[in-house]
């Protein structure tokens, strides 16, 4: 399932945070599971926020692999179909299933630039990432960790259900991230997040109004929060 650019818009207009917020206004069921729940490192803090549509994959990097044979090399020629595919644009949420995650990096200059290039606008991983500086612009990135050595990193599986810093995600799923982290928006609730958005920006308005009010004491506060 896909959205309209407008509904795209909508959700890019706000920040990550704010979307955790509607979402458990219009499925309350979602306060508590859905988001990373750890931090993960934002190289590129001042990008905006961005939306995008999940291609999962598992990676490893801490033991030799057979990266170079015949089959491996399929695998990967595979793999970049699959990022390749729509829908579009994507984002590549990756597991590293290493203990401790982060041994070596997957992301780097030669990476974000050819993912890029299959219409791909960042990644969330548990993992680690390297080559900062030379990163493809505007490719946002958040990381579990960064590290200079690609050491054995291998691609093990793509397209199947992953966690990420405490978020499940499922290849196609519709993925909000910021400098804060990221969430799985629901997509059939988006006309509600647009209803939820109007009333959230009313209450916290009515609230920090009366805080920086002069004269503001708890009985004003109080009742700005009552409503």
Known sequence: MTISEADAEFLRSIDTPTVCNIVEMVAPERRGHGFTTRHLHCPFPDLPPMLAYAKTVTIRSKDAFGLGDAGYMSKRMDYLDYVA???QPSVVVIQDLDDPA????FWGEVQSNVHKALGCIGTITNGSVRDVPQ???????LA?????????????DFGRDVT?????????DLIHFD??????????????LRAALDKLLKTEAR???AARAPGADVAKIKAA???
């Not at 982060?102 to 990096?105: D, E, L, R, T, W």
């Not at 990420?164 to 196609?172: E, L």
């Open 85 to 87: 595919a729509e829908p």
């Open 135 to 141: 990163i493809a612009p505007g490719f946002q990135m």
């Open 144 to 156: 579990g960790s960064i590290s200079p050595s690609h050491a054995y990193v291998h691609v093990v």
């Open 225 to 227: 929060i009552r409503g």
């Open 102 to 105: 982060g041994y070596g990096a």
């Open 207 to 209: 609230i920090i109004d």
């Open 179 to 192: 400098r804060h982290g990221a969430i799985v928006v629901p997509i059939d609730k988006i006309g509600a």
């Open 164 to 172: 990420v810093h405490g978020m499940p995600v499922t290849s196609g």
